[in-house]
């Protein structure tokens, strides 16, 4: 496919590794923590690349110079329950960051999101919100979790990860020309269960130990 302007995959050799350690289905519990872990900490990376700054002033041992202030609020919104697997390594980088909980599940017939709970931090009006969710398949819960945050007044939105399919991807650029997309991958296509192909199975499930 053509990769809208507005998608990033990530291009590297660790993540190709942990990809690869996420995909086989071989791969125990710990195994697919830890590969999750270190793909999230690179995702979170790109996903905070182009923060605003604002100058300010700081005092070395030795004298005045330039420092800086992240100059937003960053909030980050997990569709649960995979979601939470990306949360960890962007409040790494953003100790203070507001975290907003969505909870979706995919219905196993009809493949359209079901919402069980919504609770938001009021900061998701000002501050750029960064919607977090390993797998982005149709785009039913992606497209649901961004058109409910911009009822709530967001207006900065982003959108971090894991695997991404053709069809989420199209559904979502389209739809949302201001949300910008991180992925790790894009795979080829959705197969009849709408599951990603050759994707890694339920994320969920498998960083879970869920079945
Ligand atoms: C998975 C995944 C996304 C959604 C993607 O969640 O984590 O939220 O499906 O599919 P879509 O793009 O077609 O909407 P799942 O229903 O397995 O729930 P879980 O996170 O509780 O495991």
Redesign the pocket.
């Known amino acids: 496919m053509n990769v809208h302007q507005n998608v990033t995959i990530l291009d590297h050799p660790v993540v190709a590794r942990d990809l690869s350690i996420l995909r086989d289905e071989t791969t125990d519990i710990i195994g697919f923590r830890s590969a999750m872990s270190r793909i999230a900490t690179i995702l979170a990376y790109e996903s905070l690349k182009d923060l605003p700054l604002r100058r300010t002033t700081i005092h070395t041992p030795i004298e005045a110079t330039s420092g800086y202030h992240i100059n937003t609020e960053i909030i980050v919104v997990p569709?649960?329950?995979?979601?939470l697997t990306l949360v960890d390594a962007i409040m790494n980088f953003i100790p203070d960051a507001k975290i907003g909980h969505l909870g979706?599940?995919?219905d196993e017939k009809t493949?359209e999101?079901v919402d069980y709970y919504s609770n938001l931090p009021d900061e998701v009006s000002g501050g750029l919100v960064l919607v977090v969710?390993?797998?982005?398949?149709?785009?039913?819960?992606?497209d649901d979790a961004i058109g409910y945050l911009q009822k709530q007044g967001a207006k900065n939105i982003r959108f971090t990860s894991l695997i991404s399919?053709p069809e989420?991807l199209k559904r979502i650029t389209e739809k949302y020309p201001d949300v910008s997309i991180i992925t790790a991958a894009v795979d080829e296509k959705l197969n009849d269960d709408?599951f990603i192909v050759p994707g890694l199975g339920?994320?969920?499930?498998r960083y879970?130990g869920t079945t």
């Open positions: 569709i649960l329950r995979a979601g979706m599940y995919r493949h999101p969710d390993p797998m982005l398949a149709t785009g039913g819960s992606a399919a989420g709408a339920d994320a969920g499930d879970f």
